[in-house]
């Protein structure tokens, strides 16, 4: 024979992603084999259906390895490809090593260190292509897979059979080299025997431990590996039948990979909303190759098949409870890559969670849903102008913890005795300090997080809303275009129901929230709270009214909880409400440096109580509070409300101003 008898790479591999394959302990639609009190290193064989098995050893079997080889398995196999041999019957003898152990956490019934092989790994297909484990010798014990596998097998028999009488012919017995694994210096050949007996045949290298013995049944092959120190796999081998060389110098085929290392594999993003976590494939494959992964945090498993097709490449998922999976890929039961998603990228950001679909972009979202839908945004930063137009929409950032927001306890205080607490009280009068406690102090955790950015790309408002009882919450909003289209978040006239809560808003040049004029009906029922509010040259938020020549004065406002900072507003105002009914309340004025003053009211019936106004930056003639119309009771403001330095009312003017 020739080397033109290797393992078949045909490309004839069938899509199986996600189907489960077996990679050790115990799973669904597996069928286990004990090996019962007899004694011996292994406890049990598992097998999932007929192509992949699990074998769990003792702990006995791992202290007592010779040379750290834990037992001799020969896996019988049926080798579904027809131009393999003549019955269809082929071995495969390997030395376990404990490097070819993985270990498991204990379960009930599981052994710790298991051995795992796939067939369609082994022989580079899937589990659809036919190829079968029929059964399993471990240190002379066979155990047989129960899944009837050798159903319909022909010459599927276990049992020995007597061969022909008289010798083998030596010229019918050839070595051939399979492939190589340069990580583990390991190289695999295959002894085929065309005899119509079995044959017992011993391989010879340069290195001593190159050397072995191989059973080959009648018309049949036997896959052996070799394993020589610091040799990448790169080695040759002669074959003997008693005292006849029957093959001389077979080079080991480092052009072929036995155990395949992909080029790339990492985590690419995480949706979420969905929980799943999406991760890349990539090596270069002269046919369809078949991966097993494992998720640690999941203890999901199944198989991934890169196709022989340009970029050789592929995509897939897996379940990421709170965002994270550790996936790791097996081949022949070797781990041969780990990738985390802990800190990629969101992918599929925005989600339309009422309707369950997700989006690249918020705007793409906003044009697909409809009235009362919920949008959730878990991204980083979109660059994008919003407009919302769908009534009732609630559009929401979700935002994201940094990493040194993690829950820490607090420490619990020792009790004192009442010896030692006598004694430090006694310590304390007489002047004496008492030693500190070597406990590290307790700090509170940071809890800030990361929101999403709406960045408007210096084009017109980021954010303009033209629609009612819309929720904008959990946004970092920023980069609005020049004035006078430019500003943060712009309202319509004549919307209502809308809240804007909880988030930072930053501007240039203007104002971080307005509504235009009202030229009929004006804004109503207008939410803003908990946001934190900052801008430059420009006021700060200003809502419209008569006083701007408007139609009607906007009505039932709450401006609450609210930071607003700046970084010089000039002549320009922080806050004005030309506002009808509403509260302003429990807001922080962070002295926003400002020549004209910091809160405006046009319109009557508003409460303004427990706010705090930082005026050291204030002008000469700026105000805390102006109430231009003259219908509020400025004294009551001034009991109600905190002001630094302290404050006065101006019974002239109308307004509060610094003492």
């Known amino acids: 024979m020739t080397d033109d008898n290797r393992i078949s790479r045909r490309a004839s591999l069938k899509g199986i992603a996600a189907t489960g394959a077996f990679i050790g302990g115990s799973a669904l639609g597996v069928s286990s084999v004990s090996a019962g009190d007899d004694g011996s290193g292994v406890k049990r064989v598992d097998f999932k259906k007929c192509h992949s098995m699990a074998v769990h050893f003792r702990r006995s079997a791992i202290k007592s390895a010779k040379k750290d080889v834990v037992a001799t398995a020969t896996v019988r196999l049926y080798n579904a490809d027809p131009g393999a041999n003549e019955n269809y019957i082929e071995n495969y003898q390997k030395k376990i090593t404990k490097g070819d152990l993985r270990a498991h956490p204990k379960k009930k019934g599981d052994g710790k260190y298991v051995w795992k092989f796939n067939v369609f790994q082994f022989y580079d297909r899937t589990p659809e292509d036919g190829d079968k484990i029929l059964s399993v010798k471990i240190d002379g014990k066979r155990f047989e897979n129960p899944n009837k596998c050798a159903k319909d097998v022909p010459n599927a028999r276990t049992k020995k059979k007597k061969g022909k009488k008289g010798k083998a012919d030596p010229d019918r017995i050839n070595l051939i080299a399979v492939c190589t694994d340069e990580e583990t210096d390991m190289a695999r050949y295959k002894v085929t025997n065309n005899n119509a007996k079995p044959v017992k045949v011993t391989y010879k290298g340069e290195d001593k431990c190159a050397s072995g013995i191989v059973k080959v049944e009648a018309k049949s092959t036997t896959y052996f590996d070799v394993t020589v120190p610091d040799s990448g796999g790169d080695m040759t081998l002669d074959l003997y039948y008693g005292d006849w060389q029957v093959s001389e110098g077979v080079q080991s085929a480092t052009e072929h990979e036995c155990i395949l290392r992909p080029h790339a594999f990492n985590a690419e993003c995480v949706n979420r909303y969905r929980t799943k976590a999406k991760f890349y494939l990539h090596h270069s494959i002269d046919s369809d190759r078949t991966f097993v992964y494992h998720v640690a945090e999941t203890g999901e498993k199944g198989t991934i098949t890169l196709r022989n097709e340009p970029g050789n490449a592929k995509s897939f998922w897996v379940k990421a409870p709170k965002g994270k999976a550790t996936v790791t890929l097996y081949y022949e039961g070797v781990p041969v890559g780990t990738a985390s998603s802990a800190d990629v990228d969101i992918c599929d950001p925005v989600v339309n969670k009422t309707q369950g679909e997700s989006y690249d972009t918020i ?121 006078p289209d430019g500003v943060g978040v712009q309202i319509e006239p004549g919307s209502s129901g809308i809240e804007i809560s909880k988030n930072t808003i930053v501007t240039e040049s203007s104002e971080t929230i307005r509504d235009e004029v009202p030229d009929d009906d004006a804004t109503s029922d207008l939410t803003i709270a908990n946001n934190r509010l900052h801008t430059d040259d420009s006021s700060v938020t200003y809502i419209h009214g008569t006083a701007s020549q408007g139609s009607e004065d906007a009505s039932n406002v709450d401006f609450v909880k609210n930071v607003v900072t700046a970084d010089g507003l000039g002549d320009h105002l922080a806050v004005g409400l030309e506002v009808d009914g509403g509260t302003v309340a429990n807001n922080l004025f962070a002295d926003p440096p400002t020549d004209f003053g910091h809160l405006e009211l046009f319109g009557p019936d508003m409460t303004v109580k427990s706010n705090k106004f ?12 102006a109430d231009w119309d003259n219908t509020y009771d400025l004294d009551a403001i001034l009991q109600n409300n905190r002001f630094d330095p302290p404050a006065e009312v101006d019974e002239d003017e109308n307004e509060i101003v610094p003492a």
């Open 363 to 483: 705007q793409e979202a906003v044009d697909e849903a409809n009235g009362n839908d919920r949008i959730k945004v878990f991204g980083k930063r979109f660059e994008e102008n919003v407009t919302i137009d769908v009534d009732g929409l609630t559009l929401k950032g979700v935002s994201k913890k940094k990493k040194t927001d993690k829950k820490r306890k607090k420490p619990k205080r020792k009790k004192k005795d009442k010896k030692t607490k006598g004694k430090d009280k006694k310590s304390k009068k007489a002047g004496k300090k008492t030693k500190k406690s070597k406990e590290k102090k307790w700090k509170r955790p940071d809890k800030k997080a990361k929101k999403p950015v709406i960045d408007g790309r210096g084009e017109g408002p980021t954010v303009f809303i033209d629609a009612d009882d819309v929720t904008l919450r959990g946004f970092r909003i920023e980069n609005e275009g020049s004035r």
């Open 614 to 625: 930082r005026g050291h930056s204030l002008g000469d003639d700026a105000f805390y509070v």
